[in-house]
């Protein structure tokens, strides 16, 4: 079982800048895929992004791709989502979940169900 605790959403101008960080509790954060989604008022939570437990591999949604990078620190526990070039409609509760299945033969899901672990969320505006 792993425990996630999401941190540096806030406030940000169109064009700015955040960097998100996604703490993991327990010993066995190399066993998870990890990924990012995000979830506007009145929408579906929507992926984001998604790192290999190896972290040899990313994969992003084509909405964020160019502007947004996953990356994840073993040492720390820890998954990261650099987001830059913000725009207001990256607005929206950011969510890191953990995804413990070895799939094939694609090594990721971009779908909400896959995900077992899920944090509480940061919130992102993004002003115009």
């Known amino acids: 079982q792993v425990q996630l605790v999401e941190s540096g959403g806030g406030l940000v101008q169109a064009g700015g800048s955040l960097r998100l960080a996604c703490a993991a509790s327990?010993?066995?954060?190399?066993?998870?895929?990890m990924g990012w989604f995000r979830q506007a008022p009145g929408k579906e939570r929507e992926f984001v992004a998604t790192?290999?437990?190896?972290?040899?591999?990313?994969y992003y949604a084509d909405s964020v791709k160019g502007r947004f990078t996953i990356s994840r620190d073993g040492a720390e526990n820890t998954v990261y989502l650099q987001m830059n070039s913000l725009k207001p409609e990256d607005t929206a509760i950011y969510y890191c979940?953990?995804?413990?299945?070895?799939?094939?033969?694609?090594?990721?899901?971009?779908?909400?169900?896959?995900?077992?672990?899920w944090g509480q969320g940061t919130q992102v505006t993004v002003s115009s």
């Open positions: 790192i290999r437990r190896s972290g040899g591999s990313t």
């Open positions: 979940a953990a995804d413990r299945v070895y799939r094939l033969p694609t090594w990721y899901t971009n779908r909400a169900e896959g995900y077992e672990y």
């Open positions: 327990g010993r066995t954060f190399g066993s998870y895929n």
